[in-house]
């Protein structure tokens, strides 16, 4: 196993677009297992590079005993549909903040060998593909609340233990409703 500390809340690498991979290589091979094994010890449904400080364009997931990872992701929404539900981070231990996502999407990317991939998500799986492609354009998902939600979920970001106050809560400013998808 291969667990590696997960960046939290205010790291800068979480603000920071990821670079797109363009080796496919025993290196990233070595970062697929990495965030696979991560992912798996936290329990969490998805884990992008950037949480573990590597500003590359892949993450892993488990959603419903789907288990895999995707290499620079674009996402396409075949619908409108959207759904609205708790959603957490393990770059934000303990917190859940109910987010709009779209309900279905397409992710098209590469495996860790440079194959070509594709993952139809509905639900979960398309909340989880949306959260680890955010994390990759350097929106964390507080970023697609709405005001009100946004505010409550700041002052409860600011009221944990893991929350280091020399660090300035900024929210991004690029409009994350959608500028970074094809829709």
């Not at 440079?114 to 639900?123: A, F, R, W």
């Not at 959260?131 to 505010?151: N, P, V, Y």
Request: net charge negative; charged share 30%; glycine share 8%.
């Amino acid at each position: 196993m291969s667990i590696q500390p997960i960046r939290i809340f205010g790291d800068p690498v979480l603000r920071t677009a990821a670079e797109d991979v363009d080796t496919f290589d025993k290196e990233l091979r070595g970062l697929v297992k990495d965030l696979l094994d991560t992912m798996r010890d936290e329990g969490g449904a998805g884990l992008a590079a950037p949480q573990l400080g590597v500003s590359k364009r892949v993450f892993s997931f488990d959603v419903d005993d789907v288990v895999g990872h995707i290499v620079n992701p674009v996402l396409e929404f075949p619908d409108e549909e959207e759904q609205d539900g708790p959603e957490g981070c393990l770059s934000l231990p303990g917190l859940y903040f109910d987010t709009v996502r779209r309900q279905n999407v397409v992710a098209k990317g590469f495996n860790e060998y440079g194959d070509p991939l594709q993952i139809v998500g509905t639900g979960l799986m398309a909340r989880c593909l949306q959260h680890e492609t955010d994390h990759l354009d350097g929106i964390i998902f507080i970023d697609r609340l709405d005001a009100d939600r946004r505010k409550a979920a700041l002052t409860e970001i600011q009221a944990q233990d893991w929350y280091n106050e020399d660090v300035k809560v900024k929210v991004t400013p690029h409009d994350a409703k959608g500028v970074f998808f094809k829709s």
